[in-house]
Each structure stands twice: as C-alpha cells, then as structure tokens.
C-alpha cells in the first residue's frame, strides 16, 4: 500500500471514528439519565386536540430501566374501587371492567436512539402489546423524565406521561 491510501484510510478511519464516538457517548449519557425508577406525575392523552387524564387526575405509577437494557412499567387510576369479593379472580364484570380500563402494565427490553426508547414488549396487560415493538420519545431535566407515547392503548391518540426520579 502507498503512502497516499495509507494517508486516505487513516483519515477516513479517524472521521468515522469522529462521528461514531460522540453518537454513542451521548446514547451511554442518556442512559445513565434514565436508568433507575420513576414514580408517575401525570398521564394525559391527546385525541383529536383535545387534552384528558387518561388515568385520572391522581395517576399511580412505577416505571423502571435496569443497565442491562429492560423495562417494567405500571400504571393505575388511583380511584378504582376494590372489588367487593376481596378476591380478583372473583371480580363482577363491572369491578373487572373498570380494574382492566384503569390500568396497564408491561414489561420487556429496550435500546437508547438519539432521545428515543425503543421497547421490545416481552408482556403486557394489553395483549396486543405483546412481542410488539415501539417508541418512545423522551427528554429529561434534573429529576423529571418526559415521555411521550406516539401508539397509546386506546388505539388512537398520543400519550404524554411526566414522571419524577423515585427517591427513598
């Protein structure tokens, strides 16, 4: 090889590297930004312009991303009524109705692209949302994760979730 391809790969070599590191460093940085637990501030969908609480005006919520790249999220109303039976299996279609409609729960891995999470949905309360994958955007500032869910449950609509850094 000459010098001049010798030259020609080296710099081509170094200018990949150049774009590929700072990439990665800030997916690593993002990582970092969202690992841990978040406990759920507010769940609000839009549909058609117009803004609800999907889950209330009190929503209850865990969502967790572990370093080796999975997920689990769980989400209620913090108003459904307990089931009169004090045994789930035992629910009215009512009390089943309102515990299925007042909550989701999934779980799976996921990968960091440039402020989007894509999830690999390994299980959910949603069947639909099994073996499916999706994502999500977000953004964080200090101890408040903003996420946004373009393909929301209910089939239409885009979710917008504030969750805050879960402290001891």
């Known amino acids: 090889m000459n010098r001049r391809t010798a030259i020609t790969m080296a710099s081509l070599a170094t200018l990949c590297l150049g774009v ?8 690593a940085q993002q990582k970092d ?25 009190k929503p209850l919520g865990l969502m967790t991303f572990d370093e080796t790249g999975h997920f689990s999220v769980i989400i209620t109303r913090s108003d459904v009524a307990k089931f009169s039976s004090n045994n789930r299996e ?24 440039a402020g989007t999470a894509n999830l690999h ?7 639909n949302w099994k073996g499916t994958d999706q994502k999500r955007i977000f953004s964080t500032s200090g101890d408040e994760l903003n996420w946004a869910n373009p ?12 969750w805050k850094r879960a402290k001891k």
Do not use: M, R
């Open 20 to 27: 590929a590191l700072p990439a990665n460093f800030a997916i």
């Open 33 to 57: 930004q969202l690992t841990g637990s978040w406990s759920l501030v507010s769940a609000t969908i839009e549909q058609g312009g117009k803004k609800s609480d999907f889950y209330g005006p």
């Open 90 to 113: 035992a629910g009215t279609p009512e009390e089943n109705k309102a515990a299925t409609q007042g909550s989701i729960a999934y779980f799976g891995s996921y990968t960091l692209n």
């Open 151 to 162: 393909t929301a449950s209910t089939g239409t609509g885009t979710a917008q979730l504030v």
């Open 121 to 127: 949905i390994e299980g959910s309360t949603f069947p």
